[in-house]
């Protein structure tokens, strides 16, 4: 089926810098948008940032400036490079895909099983 890997969470002091990796495998037809969502304790799970196939980007207002989502089509992978962390970063980071299956026609959406990122003070 699909499988979304995750890579590149992990502890860094506040002002610091990471680089999330989301690699898709499976029998993928082709993928539609492909973006990073977080969850922080005690709060709902938000969009951080969306790429379209033809790259157009969405972000959260919080991380404009700082973040940056890219992807690399030929390898099925979305990037998200997180500069100048703060504390109020730390969460869980979710990838997420919405693409099609060579068996289907439909749109689906799938999801990575998250990688912790802690900014410290």
């Known amino acids: 089926q699909v499988q979304l890997v995750e890579s590149g969470g992990g502890l860094v002091q506040a002002g610091g810098s990471l680089r999330l990796s989301c690699a898709a495998s499976g029998s993928i037809f082709s993928i539609k948008n492909m973006g990073w969502y977080r969850q922080a304790s005690g709060k709902q799970r938000e969009l951080v940032a969306v790429i379209s196939s033809g790259g157009s980007t969405e972000y959260v207002d919080s991380v404009k400036g700082r973040f940056t989502i890219s992807r690399d089509n030929a390898k099925n992978t979305v990037y998200l490079q997180m500069n100048s962390l703060k504390p109020e970063d730390t969460a869980v980071y979710y990838c997420?895909?919405?693409?099609?299956?060579?068996?289907?026609?439909?749109?689906?959406?799938?999801w990575g099983q998250g990688t912790q990122v802690t900014v410290s003070s």
């Open positions: 997420n895909a919405l693409l099609k299956l060579y068996s289907d026609t439909g749109l689906l959406n799938y």
